[in-house]
């Protein structure tokens, strides 16, 4: 069995195998693309004879037995090799084909033309034995799907320009003896690609111990659900593509007269439209999966033939609106089938099991040539049965093509139930494409894929983090693990920017938290908690009593994120031992998100310590008012107050004044509530409260303020908030912390504000 191949003998492998394909779409466009059907119909071949030549394109599958026999016996390679240059030799009837249609014979010279055609599939299918396991070997790893899609996007480059060259060595009616020249050039790449897939290395012998007959192989697939729904829907996705691509050549120069070298430029379109679907699928495929492409290349394909239905006869004779219409056909057609086409492969691939790698690959062909080989065949008697019956061409087409929108229709409706293989569901999927943000965090995750140095890294993580997007989780995780600091750093700082985590995130995130204390498990720690990864609380329990008290804050923090209140008790001893001031300012900060009552005392505890540091005042005070919940009036009051202290008196009496005539306008006046006796104590006390705060804030009163306080309605406020409060405004070692006072004061304003509004809401007195 052969060895893996290491990253660098895969690199130089497939390098070869790109440049293999090179050489095989040009034979493949120079001998039996488009031109092999031009130049049918430039020897007057029917719509059955057009049917057949596209039938014949499917023979090669039903040689796949062949091919496996002698993979029993010989190197897979040299089976690849040597039937790639047979099949180009194998075109050598086309070379005499025009000197016989030039002597009077068509009939002959269409007899070469199907030998010549026949004998390429042929032998082509004992060589595609290999397809698989080849390209199986060289599209393994990560980027399975983006590799296989690159080789489809080198052969529609390839293709495209194929066509291209096509149509300008044509030009409208060509002499026979052009294609001559054409055909040596298709039949000289050929025997050159052939060549160099000998050069390439030989693929792990997938499936040869299990000898498996084709009965053998239908049961297998076919007792298996999933594989089962596959081939059904490649079965109508064939016979669609077959035809719809097939017959828009017919179409285009039957239909529309259109001239040899105007058809090879449609080709350059639908050539195109293959390249463009080639790069969208490599770019999409890794991120979002392989059965929304799918689904979205088979609509699009349906939105491509729909048009064929509807188009006005009057049309035809419109050269602008012919070339336009064509234009579209072949672009969007190509766009959407060959795109279907290419990720059903891709599809197949991650589907079957390495085991039958080969068996069922035989199987995916063999079904492939029937619905697309029989489908040609039988589109081409069934255009000229209708125009035997006196059908116009340009009808018949209209038929043929409803029918293949009512099976694409069904095809669509099946798609939905194929087994997701890790694919996006098809909705998020849309999101992704028409996502700004996703297709540029995918664009960063492809860069970051090729950067060259760990400053580039760095810099795509921060731009990641700019742009979160969960399809860059997989990229963040890996990143995670990177030996470089900075690197891990800028990965879970992206990382924190996400909506939601995945099961393998959180188990990431939960290890970097137990085994890289001192360095990046304090950022893992706070991701858990802002993220409420409730399974980490008894792992953050462990951590808040770390050493490492980055890591230790951090857990805290998240416990209270996560509402732990069962740790509220060990928090506050943590806090109240610790002098660390990093730490004791994270506790302060959960106590505010723990909003709980209960643990006043303590931060007022904190705040009398000798000389306590302003940055540990102003967390006190911050967390304080969360509790109290006026953490957002308080701030601003806080940041005014920082900005110039001598103001201290001025804010404090503001805030009672403005909160006094809220009280009397949100009830209609202070002559509106003198007119309700029962409201007239709650009026006195309100009017008293720029008195109290006065005295409390210049002359070191507290006392009014306090009473004024307890005389708040108790049903309003939480009572021990009430009595500490009250308290507080009396305890001289508070009075010195300026912070407090304001805070104090800003309280009372809040909760005459309160008491204004709970008063019109029932238009009553509340006051014990």
Known sequence: MAVPLSPYRLGKARDLYNLFNVFNSFSWQFLVGTIIILFAMRLEASSTIIGLINALAYVSFFFLPLGKLLAGKLSIIKIYGSAWIIRALGMLPLIFAPFVANMGRRDTALGLTLLGVFNFHAT??????????????????PNRGSYMTQVQIINSAIGMFSSFTIALILG???????????????????????????????????????????????REAFSRPPIRRFIIILVMVALISGIARAFILVYAREVFNQGDGMVSLYSVFGGLGVLMIGLLIKFLVDRIGVKPIYIVCTMIGLAGMTPIVFFPASGVENVTTAVLYLTFLFFVINFGFLGAEGIAQTYFLALIPAEYMLDMGILYFL?????????????????????????SLFASFKFLYVLLILIAIVVLILQRRLVPLGSLPFRGAL????????????????KLNRSKGAEEEEA??????????QLSLGGLLERAKSPRLAIRLESLRAMEALKTLSQDAESALMSDAINNPYTTAYISARILGNHQVTSAIPLLRELAASDD??????????????????????????????????LKIRGVEAFGIYRSAKSLPVLLDIIKTANPPPYLQDEVALAIASILDIQTPFYHLLVRFLENKSLIAALAIDEAESAVEFFGSINGGWRNLRRKPALAESSRQAKSLPAAVSSYIQEAQGAPLSRWIMELPHDMCDPMIQLIIAETVLDDELYVHERLRLLGVQWAAWELRRWAKQIKEVGINTSC
């Not at 082509?124 to 790893?141: K, Y």
């Open 124 to 141: 082509r299918g004992i060589g595609m034995i290999a397809n698989n396991p080849v390209l199986d070997q060289l599209a393994r790893g």
């Open 172 to 218: 409208r009616e060509p002499p026979l003896y052009l294609y001559v020249f054409l055909f040596a050039m298709g039949i000289v790449g050929g025997i050159v690609s052939g060549i160099l897939i000998l050069k390439l290395p030989e693929p792990e012998r997938l499936g040869r111990e299990r000898r498996v007959d084709f009965s053998g192989i239908f």
């Open 367 to 391: 079904v492939f040539a029937v619905a697309g080989g029989g489908g040609s065949f039988l589109a081409g008697l069934f255009l000229d049965t209708f125009t035997a019956l006196g059908v």
């Open 431 to 446: 999101e992704v494409m028409f996502s700004v943000r996703d297709l540029k965090a995918i664009t960063l995750l492809d």
């Open 460 to 469: 795509l993580l921060g731009a990641l983090h700019e742009t979160p997007s």
């Open 549 to 582: 008290y980055m890591l230790a804050g951090e857990a805290i923090v998240a416990l209270a994120r996560m509402k732990d209140n069962a740790f509220l008790q060990q928090v506050e001893e943590i806090i109240v031992k610790t002098g660390n001031p990093r």
